[in-house]
Each structure stands twice: as structure tokens, then as C-alpha cells.
């Protein structure tokens, strides 16, 4: 919007506008190198609407986005030797935390080699706060640069690390939005003010999705929190979509998925599941990507025998 490397052919206005019309409760616009849009894009605030400055940062290995940070952050080793990057990479991110934003690796896996997240700066993926697996230019589909995101993140989650899961970046006009279901990342918070907001996000508590709502408890958890059991996990679940949804996927760690048959656009049940050693279960609704919700982890703490 200004002067940044991607063409954005709509006002700040318009898609302001647009946001609004989708009934998004907030909503956070980029250019790559520049904050010129900040204090325009601040001016829409209302009691209804919150927007959220931020910028995306280019590094010559992976794209990080300064959500949320109200102040310039710039990565100073371009052309650096990748023991520069990686310290690079750390003082980025504690930048963009110390101006009270997120550090969010974003397409860690896309397909050209200076936007993508190196395999080799893997041991300091924990410097980041949230992962982008689901970026807004392509579907959500295996042999995607999404579909690989996705499968990154769960090795994470595999290994111990989390990062919570978000979406969105690189929709670059309306026309785009408009020619395919957009994803969207939702959020729960008590109210509608930013820092619940960007604490959300940095927590995980809630999902992305191209189209079902998905709210999912665990023991009374909901996403980015902790259910306590004492072997015996109780999931109440709720999907609703303008479409049929087919199934839902449970995942847990070190387990292949469960599947449940959904073919509804509506859906409740409950379900109880042995907790066996588990430590983390998320959810995928759907299989068709303009009609799939993904969710953070739900948490698995063990707090006495049955």
C-alpha cells in the first residue's frame, strides 16, 4: 500500500470496509519495509473493530511479521553469514516483543528460497512466537507450501515445540478475497480490546479456518489451554458451516488420526476418549480446503488415577 514489494491495489478504506462487511471483529494490514501505513490504518478503532498494526520483515531467509508492534524493526544481516542470521533472527524477534508486538514466522515453507524459513535455522524456530501455516495467496492441501507448513508445525508440536498456528497474510487485494473462501484466524477473549487480542493469538487460543466455526472443549479446555484428567477425556464438540462439513480428525501426539464422519453443515456430539500418555490433541475439520478449520492444541496434564 506504501511502497512495499506487493502490489495492493485497495485503499486502507476499502479494506477496512471489507473486513467490516465479513464481520471480522479485527484485523491487521502489512507492507514489507515500511510502517507508513500505521497511524492511518490505527485512525479506523472503534468499539466494534480493532486494527492491528504490523509489518512483514524480509530477511533474505523466511519473512517475519512484526504483529502487533508499534515501532520500526528492520533485520540488519541481509547478507550475513548464517551465524549473523541466526543472532539476527533473536534480536528481531525480542525487538518486536519489547515494542509489545508478536514475532510470527511467516510461509515458513514456500517455494521461493528467500521467503522460506531455512531447514538449517530450524534450532532457532523457538525464538518466533507464532507460525503462519495456512498463508493467504494458496489452499490448504498436501504437497502445498501450506500442506508443508502444516506438517512442520506438527513435528514441532512432536518435539516440544509450539508455536501456535495462524493464517493470512498475503491477501493482497479484495479480488482475491472475494474469488476464494479467505481464511480467516478466530480468537477467543473476554473483550474486544487489543492487548486480549494479540494475547489470543500469542496463546493460541483459537483456530483458522476457510470456513466452519469450530469450537471444541477438552475437560472444559479450549484451545491453547491445559485439560486436566484422570484418564478419561470428555470432547464436546460444535461445527457449523454454510456448507457440509465431511469429517472431523482428532489428533494426538505420537497416534495417527481419529476420524469422525460429520457430513452435515451442523454438527454436536460429545465423545469421551482414554487419555492414555497423550499430551496434546488439535482439530481438523473438513477435508475440502475452501471448507477446512484447523485448530490449536488443547493441552493434556494428567492430575491423579481414575
Not at 508492534?69 to 539476527?88: I, N, P, T
Not at 485439560?227 to 461445527?239: F, T
Request: glycine content about 10%.
Amino acid at each position: 500500500m506504501y511502497g512495499g514489494d506487493d502490489e495492493a491495489p485497495d485503499t486502507l478504506a476499502e479494506v477496512f470496509e471489507f473486513m467490516r462487511s465479513k464481520g471480522l471483529d479485527f484485523g491487521a494490514a502489512s507492507d514489507h519495509h515500511n510502517i507508513l501505513n500505521h497511524e492511518a490504518w490505527k485512525k479506523f478503532e472503534s468499539t466494534d473493530f480493532i486494527p492491528l498494526v504490523s509489518k512483514e520483515i524480509s530477511t533474505g531467509s523466511g519473512h517475519v511479521m512484526a504483529l502487533g508492534a508499534d515501532g520500526d524493526v528492520v533485520f540488519g544481516a541481509l547478507g550475513g553469514s548464517d551465524e549473523r542470521k541466526r543472532a539476527e533472527f533473536r534480536r528481531v524477534c525480542d525487538e518486536i516483543r519489547r515494542l509489545g508486538g508478536i514475532a510470527q514466522l511467516n510461509h515458513p515453507r514456500d517455494r521461493k528460497l528467500p521467503i522460506s524459513f531455512p531447514e538449517r535455522f530450524t534450532g532457532i524456530i523457538d525464538c518466533f512466537d507464532t507460525m503462519e501455516i495456512w498463508n493467504g495467496s494458496e489452499r490448504m492441501e498436501e504437497g502445498t507450501k501450506n500442506g508443508d507448513a502444516f506438517r512442520l508445525w506438527i513435528a514441532l508440536l512432536e518435539k516440544g515445540i509450539y508455536l501456535p498456528a495462524t493464517s493470512g497474510s498475503d491477501q493482497h487485494s479484495i479480488k482475491d478475497y472475494l474469488r476464494e473462501r479467505w481464511v480467516k484466524t478466530f480468537v477467543r477473549t473476554e473483550r474486544l480490546e487489543r492487548g486480549n487480542i494479540l494475547r489470543a493469538i500469542k496463546n493460541g487460543n483459537g483456530f483458522v479456518t476457510s470456513g466452519p466455526f469450530v469450537e471444541i472443549t477438552v475437560n472444559g479446555a479450549s484451545y491453547g489451554e491445559t485439560a486436566r484428567h484422570r484418564g478419561e477425556l470428555v470432547i464436546d464438540i460444535s461445527v457449523d458451516s454454510d456448507r457440509e462439513v465431511d469429517t472431523l480428525a482428532i489428533h494426538r501426539d505420537g497416534k495417527p488420526p481419529t476420524e469422525l464422519r460429520i457430513g452435515a453443515a451442523s454438527y454436536r456430539n460429545r465423545i469421551t476418549m482414554a487419555a492414555e500418555d497423550r499430551k496434546w490433541l488439535f482439530f481438523v475439520a473438513g477435508t475440502d480446503p475452501f471448507n477446512k478449520a484447523i485448530t490449536n492444541p488443547v493441552f493434556l496434564e494428567r492430575t491423579g488415577d481414575r
